[in-house]
């Protein structure tokens, strides 16, 4: 990473769809931010527990608080625990969520045995949480696997979950269950899309006591819906 830099940079070129011409080349890196933590946020909202109040964020990296702050939209969150490795980032991201009027705080992932929703964005390659460190009825939003490789929840947690993705192919292959399906844990015949759930098409949330995890490694169409929707406003003003 160079210095001064975000973690990761995005760039999107948006063409005409009927002539095939450049409209815009979007600096998108701020609306990636957006885009994941909004998905994040409908992702919860349709299968965390309607009174889930306790979020704890695993990762302190550049991504985490755009995700602590979408969830906090859609449920009112009693408290926001901050786990990570490096001590003075999670200080910092609890001192800016504060300053926003919610209820954060540094702890170790030790706080994910009290927790409703748990979100994970990290760059880990190996697990980071275990299915004995949850208790049932959690939301678990695994955010930060997205290529070959990474991991951040070891193959006992999508054995006990119900198992959500935004899209099947790409859990299997750079998703956090990339794993679980190598493994044989879980079968792809396991998994729902989360637009499954959203149109009533497949079950989500089916009580109180499941543990749902939703993987999440991201779609082309979320770039391009909020970097058309940046252009709109742009041509707006």
């Known amino acids: 990473m160079h210095d001064g830099l975000a973690a990761h940079g995005s760039t999107v070129l948006l063409l005409d769809d ?3 011409f450049p409209v815009a080349v979007v600096a998108a890196t701020h609306l990636t931010a ?3 933590a909004a998905v994040d946020a409908v992702a919860v909202d349709a299968l965390a527990r309607p009174d889930a109040s306790r979020l704890v ?3 302190t990296g550049h991504q985490a608080g755009f995700d602590a702050r979408a969830i906090a939209y859609i449920r009112p969150l009693t408290d926001i625990a901050i786990c990570g490795r490096n001590q003075q980032a999670a200080a910092r991201l609890v001192a800016d969520l504060a300053s926003q009027g919610l209820p954060a705080r540094v702890a170790d992932v030790s706080a994910v045995a009290d927790a409703d929703i748990v979100v994970t964005v990290t760059s880990a390659h190996e697990p980071l949480l275990r299915a004995g460190d949850l208790r049932l ?4 939003s695994a955010m930060g696997a997205d290529s070959p490789g990474k991991q951040e929840l070891d193959v006992d947690i999508p054995m ?3 198992c959500v993705v935004d899209r099947v192919e790409q859990a299997s292959s750079i998703g956090e269950l990339q794993h679980a399906l190598a493994a044989r844990a879980i079968a792809v015949e396991d998994l729902v899309t989360l637009s499954d759930v959203l149109i009533g ?3 989500g949330r089916r009580d109180d006591r499941e ?3 939703f993987d999440s490694s991201g779609m082309a169409i979320q770039d391009l819906a909020v970097c058309s929707l940046a252009l709109a406003r ?3 003003e």
């Open 18 to 20: 009927a002539t095939g």
């Open 34 to 36: 957006l885009r994941t």
């Open 57 to 59: 964020v695993v990762g």
């Open 137 to 140: 009825g959690t939301h678990i």
């Open 160 to 162: 006990m979950a119900r």
């Open 201 to 203: 098409a497949a079950p």
């Open 211 to 213: 543990v749902t995890m």
């Open 234 to 236: 742009a041509e707006a």
